[in-house]
């Protein structure tokens, strides 16, 4: 018995199968848009190992009483304005490091066409793990650092989805050391469709990217920003929603099966403290950060002591978790899957005419009206 005998619809990419093979037989592959794994029919001992560990066949949500939540925001309104919405995961992440800790977190591939999951103790990598991939995050390595940092008695923070976070916990165990602030998740999209968006940005502009983010601030938190800067000294920002990479992850067309049938959504949560965007904020209090507010939610006692720690950094206010579920569905419940017909001939105007008109076809925007438009007035 392996992975393979799953059903690859209940696969979430999480790689942890790759990583506890005995033998190297797992690799993880690029199929249908997404990592799955391949298992090596020659290596493969039919040990068992990757199927018991595989959170889908195993994970065991544990129950959490303390469910303190907060609007929350860096006092630092320079890191409040460099992360997705209040920093504080930066907030988390430092103490750690002040705690002699590592952090495992998410950032971009070089060529910025990906991201992946690093762990480190640095503070110039936890500034580049700061804002959202809105892609999926690679795991490759990470487990096995992660295990060995902890070995070592360094306390290790991980953040991420839900879903990679069980996979740490079912990779290590309990350990007292290890701490998870995990994302309230609207599910990532395929990385094909960023490396495709990034491809047309650097033809259009004949040059490298050097420095991308997805979640650019201009004068306020919202609307988000894509901001890539280039070899020649260029720096184009679009609005996310208008942008073709946007208008795909937007759509929720391209995603995982895996997150449409999300197994580590609603309660008890996943993680010692849940970070997210305040949503609906402004309609439950005038003290907010305009710039960006997290929603924090603490779950455990450990969850507890971290937020006692970033304390004194920021500015926050006590909410109720009724409010959250009411403006972010995402906490509660996963995306609608999107009718069949129009994922194939998505997939078809994707793979045939690139990336432009897929996005033209599944989320049409203003400016493709107007060209439209400006054909036939001509
Ligand atoms: C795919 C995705 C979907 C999300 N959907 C929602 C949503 O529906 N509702 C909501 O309220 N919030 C959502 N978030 C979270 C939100 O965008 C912010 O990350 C969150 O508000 C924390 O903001 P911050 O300012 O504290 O930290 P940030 O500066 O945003 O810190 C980013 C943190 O997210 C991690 N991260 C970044 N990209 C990825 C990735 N691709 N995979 C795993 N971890 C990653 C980094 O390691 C870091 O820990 C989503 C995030 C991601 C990555």
Same mark, same amino acid.
């Given at each position: 018995?392996?992975?393979?005998?799953?059903?690859?619809?209940?696969?979430?990419?999480?790689?942890?199968?790759?990583?506890?093979?005995?033998?190297?037989?797992?690799?993880?592959?690029?199929?249908?848009?997404?990592?799955?794994?391949?298992?090596?029919?020659?290596?493969?001992?039919?040990?068992?190992?990757?199927?018991?560990?595989?959170?889908?066949?195993?994970?065991?949500?544990?129950?959490?009483?303390?469910?303190?939540?907060?609007?929350?925001?860096?006092?630092?309104?320079?890191?409040?304005?460099?992360?997705?919405?209040?920093?504080?995961?930066?907030?988390?992440?430092?103490?750690?490091?002040?705690?002699?800790?590592?952090?495992?977190?998410?950032?971009?591939? #070089?060529?910025?066409?990906?991201?992946?999951?690093?762990?480190?103790?640095?503070?110039?990598?936890?500034?580049?793990?700061?804002?959202?991939?809105?892609?999926?995050?690679?795991?490759?390595?990470?487990?096995?650092?992660?295990?060995?940092?902890?070995?070592?008695?360094?306390?290790?923070?991980?953040?991420?989805?839900?879903?990679?976070?069980?996979?740490?916990?079912?990779?290590?165990?309990?350990? /007292?050391?290890?701490?998870?602030?995990?994302?309230?998740?609207?599910?990532?999209?395929? #990385?094909?469709?960023?490396?495709?968006? @990034?491809?047309?940005?650097?033809?259009?502009?004949?040059?490298?990217?050097?420095?991308?983010?997805?979640?650019?601030?201009?004068?306020?938190?919202?609307?988000?920003?894509?901001?890539?800067?280039? /070899?020649?000294?260029?720096?184009?920002?679009?609005?996310?929603?208008?942008?073709?990479?946007?208008?795909?992850?937007?759509?929720?067309?391209?995603?995982?099966?895996?997150?449409?049938?999300?197994?580590?959504?609603?309660?008890?949560?996943?993680?010692?403290?849940?970070?997210? #965007?305040?949503?609906?904020?402004?309609?439950?209090?005038?003290?907010?950060?305009?710039?960006?507010?997290?929603? @924090?939610?603490?779950?455990? /006692?450990?969850?507890?002591?971290?937020?006692?720690?970033?304390?004194?950094?920021?500015?926050?206010?006590?909410?109720?978790? #009724?409010? @959250?579920?009411?403006?972010?569905?995402?906490?509660?419940?996963?995306?609608?899957?999107?009718?069949?017909?129009?994922? /194939?001939?998505?997939?078809? @105007?994707?793979?045939?005419?690139?990336?432009?008109?897929?996005?033209?076809?599944?989320?049409?925007?203003?400016?493709?009206?107007?060209?439209?438009?400006?054909?036939?007035?001509?």
């Amino acid at each position: 018995m392996n992975v393979s005998t799953l059903n690859g619809e209940n696969c979430s990419g999480c790689g942890l199968c790759a990583a506890v093979c005995p033998k190297n037989a797992v690799r993880m592959e690029n199929k249908n848009f997404f990592l799955y794994p391949e298992i090596d029919a020659e290596k493969c001992i039919d040990c068992g190992i990757c199927f018991d560990k595989c959170p889908h066949n195993s994970f065991k949500r544990q129950e959490n009483s303390e469910k303190e939540v907060y609007s929350a925001w860096l006092k630092d309104e320079n890191l409040v304005s460099q992360s997705s919405s209040g920093g504080l995961f930066f907030a988390f992440a430092k103490s750690i490091l002040e705690k002699g800790g590592k952090v495992c977190g998410s950032v971009y591939d #070089d060529d910025f066409c990906g991201a992946k999951h690093i762990l480190s103790g640095d503070i110039s990598d936890i500034m580049k793990m700061r804002t959202s991939k809105y892609v999926q995050s690679k795991t490759e390595g990470v487990f096995g650092e992660i295990k060995k940092a902890l070995c070592e008695n360094k306390p290790v923070l991980f953040t991420g989805t839900p879903c990679q976070a069980a996979a740490v916990k079912n990779f290590v165990g309990e350990n /007292e050391n290890l701490y998870f602030v995990t994302l309230i998740c609207h599910g990532p999209t395929s #990385d094909k469709a960023l490396k495709a968006y @990034v491809s047309d940005l650097e033809k259009r502009e004949n040059s490298k990217i050097t420095g991308f983010n997805m979640r650019k601030k201009l004068k306020k938190w919202l609307p988000m920003y894509i901001e890539a800067s280039f /070899e020649n000294g260029n720096v184009k920002t679009e609005p996310l929603h208008l942008s073709t990479f946007g208008r795909i992850f937007q759509s929720n067309i391209l995603m995982r099966d895996s997150c449409y049938e999300c197994g580590y959504k609603d309660f008890p949560l996943i993680g010692d403290v849940i970070i997210g #965007d305040y949503k609906g904020i402004e309609n439950i209090t005038e003290n907010y950060n305009k710039m960006g507010t997290s929603c @924090v939610i603490v779950c455990t /006692e450990k969850g507890k002591k971290l937020f006692e720690s970033v304390s004194e950094q920021i500015d926050f206010q006590k909410q109720e978790i #009724d409010a @959250v579920i009411k403006y972010n569905q995402r906490l509660t419940k996963p995306v609608s899957k999107p009718d069949q017909k129009i994922y /194939e001939k998505f997939v078809s @105007v994707f793979e045939n005419e690139g990336v432009s008109a897929a996005a033209d076809f599944i989320k049409p925007n203003k400016s493709f009206f107007q060209k439209v438009l400006g054909k036939i007035f001509k």
